[in-house]
Nanobody, 121 residues
Framework: QVQLVESGGGLVQPGGSLRLSCAAS?????LAWFRQAPGNEREFVAG????????LYADSVKGRFTISRDNAKNTVSLQMNSLNLEDTAVYYC?????????????????WGQGTQVTVSS
């Protein structure tokens, strides 16, 4: 079982930036970020395959967020720029034992504990 530990959440003003990191205890084919706002379902944010450098983004974050992974260190990061109020959520790191990136929650078998991101003025 791969353990995932997120870090880097916090409070930021609209238009600001934050960088989230996730450390995995082992190798996983695909690592992704999901988020869950109060009263909402958990949703896909971005994913990165461990092979070929393929990435995938939700339309709501495309052009603002960048996912990157370091396979040697088993880490994945999410650089979040131009944050707005709608980005407020708990962000979760997730791992999947398949080479293709999926936006479906149930396709991921390992989850971190989550880190809170709050965008507020």
């Amino acid at each position: 079982q791969v353990q995932l530990v997120e870090s880097g959440g916090g409070l930021v003003q609209p238009g600001g930036s934050l960088r989230l990191s996730c450390a995995a205890s082992g190798r996983a084919f695909t690592l992704a970020w999901f988020r869950q706002a109060p009263g909402n379902e958990r949703e896909f944010v971005a994913g990165a395959s461990g092979i070929g450098g393929t990435t995938l983004y939700a339309d709501s974050v495309k052009g603002r967020f960048t996912i990157s992974r370091d396979n040697a260190k088993n880490t994945v990061s999410l650089q979040m720029n131009s944050l707005n109020l709608e980005d407020t959520a708990v962000y979760y790191c997730a791992a999947r034992w398949a080479r293709t990136i999926s936006k479906i929650l149930s396709d991921y078998t390992n989850w971190g504990q989550g880190t809170q991101v709050t965008v507020s003025s």
